[in-house]
């Protein structure tokens, strides 16, 4: 499976950007898609995961900020991201997962004071 993220770039602090990921297969078959980012030097990080179900989940940093959504025909998955900070700058995957963990590519997020 392929995962192409985009959509990253440079904002100022309290802006917007919404983040897109293609993925080559069909989405439905996965248990979860997520989006996960990593600053210089820190490790990978959960931002925010959406289930077959729907149900979504997000880490307290985010949580009312960033909003994860899914579009099973066009087999898309997109993170909106409000209200952002400094500290959200860092590379943002996207992450497909079954019994692997399948990643994107990854896309910056750069937010200035």
């Known amino acids: 499976v392929q995962l192409q993220a985009s959509g990253g770039g440079l904002v100022q602090a309290g802006g917007s950007l919404r983040l897109s990921c293609a993925v080559s297969?069909?989405?439905?078959?996965?248990?979860?898609m997520g989006w996960y980012r990593q600053a210089p030097g820190k490790q990978r990080d959960l931002v925010a995961v959406i289930f077959r179900s729907g149900s979504t989940n997000y880490p307290d940093a985010v949580k009312g900020r960033f909003t994860i959504s899914r579009d099973n025909v066009k087999n898309m998955v997109y993170l909106r991201m409000n209200g952002l900070e400094p500290d959200d700058t860092a590379v943002y995957y996207c992450?497909?997962?079954?019994?692997?963990?399948?990643w994107g590519q990854g896309t910056q997020v750069t937010v200035s004071s």
């Open positions: 992450n497909a997962r079954d019994v692997l963990d399948h």
């Open positions: 297969e069909s989405i439905e078959r996965f248990v979860g």
